[in-house]
């Protein structure tokens, strides 16, 4: 699953499927309870936070990460 598939259907993601593109592109999330959070390189509140939503990853999540991935890719320059 890339990120063009979870933008296709964010409401349909699986959990590991996610945690899977966030390390990959973010590296090692800290973990806090539920919450997995990957600290990103830009200014600003630098942070991606993901949870379980039963096995599925939560959709308002999976939109934030694809924002990053994004930005991440050169995609969009906000809050620089």
Known sequence: MNDEDIL???????????LKIC?????????RGSHHIFKMPWQGDPRIN???????????QVRAV?????????GSKDDE
């Open 8 to 18: 296709a259907n964010p409401a349909n993601v699986k959990f590991v499927d996610l």
């Open 23 to 31: 390390i990959n592109a973010f590296g090692e999330p800290r973990i």
């Open 66 to 74: 694809v924002k990053a991935l994004e930005r991440l890719n050169g």
């Open 50 to 60: 993901i949870q379980k939503d039963g096995n599925m990853a939560k959709s308002y």
